[in-house]
Nanobody, 123 residues
Framework: QVQLVESGGGLVQAGDSLRLSCAASGNTFSIINMGWFRQGPGKEREFVGYITRSSGTTYHTDSLEGRFTVSRDSAKDTMYLQMNNLKPEDTAVYYC????????????????WGQGTQVVVSS
């Protein structure tokens, strides 16, 4: 089993930056990929970006226009999401996810999920 705990959410103003963290514990050696998703009010959960555990290769959704960056600290088994120039439409619950077998951008590509951290961006 793998446990994921997100932190770092909060209330910010448009244009601000915020960094989310996702700490992994348990059988983390089995994970090959970790990703970030978000779910805005009344919306479906959507992919933000992922990072592979072995090489640190990242992939981000194009719709974020380069404002968000996924990174990791392997020594701490922690993944980060740096969010810059935040906009009100970025308001969402942000989830961290991990999988033992796949690199993917869909919700069903991930086996383990955190509880989410709320980000609210005011205009």
């Amino acid at each position: 089993q793998v446990q994921l705990v997100e932190s770092g959410g909060g209330l910010v103003q448009a244009g601000d930056s915020l960094r989310l963290s996702c700490a992994a514990s348990g059988n983390t050696f089995s994970i090959i990929n970790m990703g970030w998703f978000r779910q805005g009010p009344g919306k479906e959960r959507e992919f933000v970006g992922y990072i592979t555990r072995s090489s640190g290769t990242t992939y981000h959704t194009d719709s974020l226009e380069g404002r968000f960056t996924v990174s990791r600290d392997s020594a701490k088994d922690t993944m980060y999401l740096q969010m810059n120039n935040l906009k009100p439409e970025d308001t969402a619950v942000y989830y961290c996810a991990a999988d033992r077998f796949r690199l993917g951008t869909r919700v069903d590509h991930y086996e383990y999920w955190g509880q989410g951290t709320q980000v609210v961006v005011s205009s």
